[in-house]
């Protein structure tokens, strides 16, 4: 079965830098998109950086400049560079991805476990 394993989040004081990891565990076809979300306590959870298997991007208003992602086809996985981080950068940040599995047209969506990010001041 397939299963997004998130990895790299931590505690870091403000101004620092982490970087997150999402692979895809399992048998696929080929990634049609991944991104990351994230949700902050009594927040909602919202959409922070994707990328396509193509590697076209998109990022939040509040994470442009700061954070990157890059996607390695080979590896099945996909990086958040996080730089800059700011306290308000602190949430639980989860992986997402659409899916072209073996057999199947159409993609198919899975999210990850979740990893906490926490930035203090």
């Known amino acids: 079965q397939v299963q997004l394993v998130e990895s790299g989040g931590g505690l870091v004081q403000a101004g620092g830098s982490l970087r997150l990891s999402c692979t895809v565990s399992?048998?696929?076809?080929?990634?049609?998109?991944m991104g990351w979300y994230r949700q902050a306590p009594g927040k909602q959870r919202h959409l922070v950086s994707t990328?396509?298997?193509?590697?076209?991007?998109n990022y939040a208003d509040s994470v442009k400049g700061r954070f990157t992602i890059s996607i390695d086809n080979a590896k099945k996985t996909v990086y958040l560079q996080m730089n800059t981080l700011k306290p308000e950068d602190t949430a639980v940040y989860y992986c997402?991805?659409?899916?072209?599995?073996?057999?199947?047209?159409?993609?198919?969506?899975?999210w990850g476990q979740g990893t906490q990010v926490t930035v203090s001041s």
């Open positions: 399992g048998t696929i076809f080929s990634i049609d998109a």
């Open positions: 997402n991805a659409d899916l072209h599995l073996r057999g199947r047209w159409e993609t198919v969506n899975y």
């Open positions: 990328i396509t298997g193509g590697g076209s991007t």
